[in-house]
Protein backbone atom coordinates (compact mmCIF):
# COMPACT_ATOMS: atom_id res chain seq x y z
CA UNK A 1 0.00 0.00 0.00
CA UNK A 2 3.36 2.45 0.85
CA UNK A 3 4.39 1.83 -2.42
CA UNK A 4 1.21 2.14 -4.45
CA UNK A 5 0.60 5.77 -3.05
CA UNK A 6 4.66 6.90 -3.53
CA UNK A 7 4.58 5.66 -7.39
CA UNK A 8 1.15 7.20 -7.43
CA UNK A 9 2.55 10.75 -6.03
CA UNK A 10 5.55 10.28 -8.84
CA UNK A 11 3.20 9.32 -11.79
CA UNK A 12 0.80 11.98 -10.96
CA UNK A 13 3.51 14.60 -11.15
CA UNK A 14 5.13 12.92 -13.99
CA UNK A 15 1.70 12.92 -16.31
CA UNK A 16 1.13 16.48 -15.21
CA UNK A 17 5.03 17.57 -16.46
CA UNK A 18 4.14 15.76 -19.77
CA UNK A 19 1.15 16.68 -20.36
CA UNK A 20 1.53 20.26 -20.16
CA UNK A 21 4.77 21.01 -22.03
CA UNK A 22 2.80 23.31 -24.40
CA UNK A 23 1.30 25.13 -21.01
CA UNK A 24 4.88 26.00 -19.27
CA UNK A 25 4.85 29.90 -19.78
CA UNK A 26 1.54 30.08 -17.10
CA UNK A 27 3.50 27.91 -14.83
CA UNK A 28 3.67 29.36 -11.28
CA UNK A 29 5.85 28.81 -8.77
CA UNK A 30 4.33 30.46 -5.27
CA UNK A 31 4.80 30.49 -1.18
CA UNK A 32 2.42 28.45 0.47
CA UNK A 33 1.77 28.28 4.16
CA UNK A 34 -1.36 27.20 6.87
CA UNK A 35 -3.09 25.86 10.01
CA UNK A 36 -3.50 22.17 9.67
CA UNK A 37 -5.78 20.35 12.90
CA UNK A 38 -5.33 16.79 13.45
CA UNK A 39 -5.74 13.80 16.07
CA UNK A 40 -6.02 10.23 16.03
CA UNK A 41 -9.49 8.35 17.07
CA UNK A 42 -8.04 5.83 19.85
CA UNK A 43 -10.33 3.22 21.47
CA UNK A 44 -11.53 4.14 25.02
CA UNK A 45 -9.29 7.10 24.91
CA UNK A 46 -10.33 10.72 25.22
CA UNK A 47 -9.03 12.56 21.57
CA UNK A 48 -8.60 16.20 21.02
CA UNK A 49 -7.41 17.82 17.75
CA UNK A 50 -4.10 19.61 18.40
CA UNK A 51 -3.79 23.13 15.75
CA UNK A 52 0.04 23.16 13.78
CA UNK A 53 0.99 24.30 10.73
CA UNK A 54 2.48 23.64 7.67
CA UNK A 55 4.44 26.16 4.94
CA UNK A 56 6.63 25.24 1.95
CA UNK A 57 6.38 25.81 -1.81
CA UNK A 58 3.87 24.92 -4.90
CA UNK A 59 4.24 24.43 -8.38
CA UNK A 60 0.90 25.13 -9.99
CA UNK A 61 0.91 23.52 -13.86
CA UNK A 62 -1.96 23.71 -16.09
CA UNK A 63 -3.28 21.05 -18.10
CA UNK A 64 -5.93 22.79 -20.28
CA UNK A 65 -9.56 22.13 -19.68
CA UNK A 66 -10.17 23.72 -16.52
CA UNK A 67 -7.67 20.93 -15.11
CA UNK A 68 -4.38 21.75 -13.34
CA UNK A 69 -1.44 20.00 -11.21
CA UNK A 70 0.03 21.22 -8.04
CA UNK A 71 2.66 19.80 -6.73
CA UNK A 72 4.31 20.91 -3.62
CA UNK A 73 6.91 20.48 -1.25
CA UNK A 74 6.07 21.51 2.47
CA UNK A 75 7.21 21.42 6.22
CA UNK A 76 4.31 19.50 7.80
CA UNK A 77 3.30 19.36 11.73
CA UNK A 78 0.98 16.74 12.47
CA UNK A 79 -0.20 15.59 16.30
CA UNK A 80 -2.24 14.47 18.52
CA UNK A 81 -3.54 14.93 22.29
CA UNK A 82 -4.67 11.94 24.29
CA UNK A 83 -6.01 11.48 27.90
CA UNK A 84 -7.55 9.10 30.38
CA UNK A 85 -5.08 6.18 28.65
CA UNK A 86 -4.34 2.80 30.24
CA UNK A 87 -0.86 2.89 30.49
CA UNK A 88 2.00 -0.11 30.67
CA UNK A 89 1.77 0.54 34.77
CA UNK A 90 -0.35 1.60 37.11
CA UNK A 91 0.99 5.02 37.91
CA UNK A 92 0.65 6.04 33.92
CA UNK A 93 -3.11 5.51 33.94
CA UNK A 94 -5.61 8.44 33.40
CA UNK A 95 -2.64 10.42 32.29
CA UNK A 96 -2.61 12.55 29.33
CA UNK A 97 0.01 12.96 26.42
CA UNK A 98 0.76 14.86 23.53
CA UNK A 99 2.68 13.95 20.24
CA UNK A 100 4.04 16.42 17.07
CA UNK A 101 5.47 14.66 14.62
CA UNK A 102 7.04 17.20 11.53
CA UNK A 103 7.46 15.89 8.85
CA UNK A 104 8.83 16.89 4.85
CA UNK A 105 5.96 15.83 2.51
CA UNK A 106 4.91 15.73 -1.22
CA UNK A 107 1.43 16.35 -1.67
CA UNK A 108 0.08 16.39 -5.53
CA UNK A 109 -3.10 18.30 -5.95
CA UNK A 110 -5.48 17.47 -9.05
CA UNK A 111 -7.43 19.99 -9.75
CA UNK A 112 -10.14 20.71 -11.35
CA UNK A 113 -12.78 23.98 -11.82
CA UNK A 114 -14.02 26.59 -14.50
CA UNK A 115 -11.97 30.04 -15.33
CA UNK A 116 -14.06 32.44 -14.57
CA UNK A 117 -12.21 35.48 -15.57
CA UNK A 118 -11.83 37.06 -11.89
CA UNK A 119 -11.76 33.96 -9.84
CA UNK A 120 -11.51 30.50 -10.63
CA UNK A 121 -12.74 27.78 -7.78
CA UNK A 122 -11.63 24.20 -7.95
CA UNK A 123 -11.94 21.00 -6.50
CA UNK A 124 -9.08 18.47 -5.50
CA UNK A 125 -7.78 15.40 -4.69
CA UNK A 126 -4.41 15.00 -3.49
CA UNK A 127 -2.24 11.91 -2.49
CA UNK A 128 0.74 12.12 -0.10
CA UNK A 129 3.78 11.20 1.26
CA UNK A 130 6.47 12.07 4.13
CA UNK A 131 8.92 11.69 5.55
CA UNK A 132 9.53 12.19 9.80
CA UNK A 133 12.17 14.85 10.19
CA UNK A 134 11.60 15.78 14.19
CA UNK A 135 8.94 14.91 16.47
CA UNK A 136 7.79 16.28 20.17
CA UNK A 137 5.73 15.08 23.02
CA UNK A 138 5.73 12.32 25.38
CA UNK A 139 9.14 11.25 25.07
CA UNK A 140 8.44 7.65 25.83
CA UNK A 141 6.74 7.10 22.46
CA UNK A 142 9.05 9.05 20.76
CA UNK A 143 11.04 6.43 19.41
CA UNK A 144 8.40 4.44 18.41
CA UNK A 145 6.79 6.45 15.71
CA UNK A 146 6.89 5.38 11.70
CA UNK A 147 9.50 7.13 9.83
CA UNK A 148 7.08 7.04 6.59
CA UNK A 149 3.66 8.58 6.82
CA UNK A 150 1.18 8.58 3.35
CA UNK A 151 -2.09 9.07 2.67
CA UNK A 152 -5.02 11.51 0.51
CA UNK A 153 -7.03 14.49 0.55
CA UNK A 154 -9.93 15.88 -0.66
CA UNK A 155 -10.80 19.90 -0.61
CA UNK A 156 -11.60 22.86 -2.62
CA UNK A 157 -10.12 26.04 -3.01
CA UNK A 158 -10.63 29.36 -4.82
CA UNK A 159 -8.03 31.63 -7.02
CA UNK A 160 -7.49 35.16 -7.21
CA UNK A 161 -5.29 36.44 -9.40
CA UNK A 162 -2.23 35.51 -7.48
CA UNK A 163 -3.85 34.86 -4.18
CA UNK A 164 -5.09 30.96 -3.53
CA UNK A 165 -7.16 29.79 -0.47
CA UNK A 166 -7.79 26.02 0.32
CA UNK A 167 -9.29 23.79 2.58
CA UNK A 168 -9.02 19.93 2.46
CA UNK A 169 -9.51 16.69 4.73
CA UNK A 170 -6.78 14.77 4.88
CA UNK A 171 -6.40 10.64 5.82
CA UNK A 172 -3.26 9.15 6.70
CA UNK A 173 -2.98 5.45 6.13
CA UNK A 174 -0.86 2.57 8.49
CA UNK A 175 0.11 3.15 11.58
CA UNK A 176 1.46 6.23 12.98
CA UNK A 177 3.21 3.89 15.95
CA UNK A 178 5.46 0.94 14.99
CA UNK A 179 4.27 -0.70 18.29
CA UNK A 180 6.83 -2.18 20.51
CA UNK A 181 4.81 -3.52 23.03
CA UNK A 182 7.52 -4.82 25.18
CA UNK A 183 8.04 -0.45 25.79
CA UNK A 184 5.07 1.15 26.27
CA UNK A 185 1.99 -1.48 26.93
CA UNK A 186 -1.27 -0.98 26.03
CA UNK A 187 -0.92 2.75 24.78
CA UNK A 188 0.22 1.30 21.68
CA UNK A 189 -2.00 -1.48 21.50
CA UNK A 190 -4.90 1.06 21.23
CA UNK A 191 -2.73 3.32 19.03
CA UNK A 192 -1.98 0.72 16.75
CA UNK A 193 -5.45 -0.53 16.01
CA UNK A 194 -5.71 1.22 12.71
CA UNK A 195 -5.41 4.73 13.84
CA UNK A 196 -3.67 7.55 12.56
CA UNK A 197 -3.44 11.28 12.16
CA UNK A 198 -6.24 12.71 10.26
CA UNK A 199 -7.38 16.36 10.16
CA UNK A 200 -7.95 19.55 8.61
CA UNK A 201 -5.70 21.90 6.75
CA UNK A 202 -6.06 25.37 5.54
CA UNK A 203 -3.76 26.84 3.78
CA UNK A 204 -3.03 29.96 1.23
CA UNK A 205 -0.73 30.37 -0.86
CA UNK A 206 0.96 33.25 -2.90
CA UNK A 207 2.16 32.57 -6.34
CA UNK A 208 4.40 34.78 -9.06
Same mark, same amino acid.
Given at each position: ??R? &?I?A @? #???L?? !??? /??A??? +??T? *????AGV??S?S??K +?? +??K? =??L?? /??L??E?? *??G !??AIQ????????G??LS??? !???T?D?G???? %???G? #?E???Q??W?? +?? #?A $???Y?F??? $???Y?V?????Q?L???LQ????G??L???I?I?? *???S??? &?????D?YKG???K??S %? =?T?L?DG? %?F?? *? @????A? $??
Amino acid at each position: MKRL &FILA @A #VAALAF !GVS /ASAQHF +DNTR *LGITAGVTSSSSKVK +DV +DSKS =ISLYH /AGLALEIP *LGG !GFAIQPEAIYQVKGMNLSNWG !GSTTADIGKSFE %TRVGY #VEIPVQIQWGP +DL #VA $FRPYGFVEP $FVGYQVSSGGDQTLKSELQKVEYGMSLGAGIEIWH *LQVSGKY &FWNFGDVYKGDISKTGS %T =ITGLKDGN %TFNG *L @AISVAL $FF
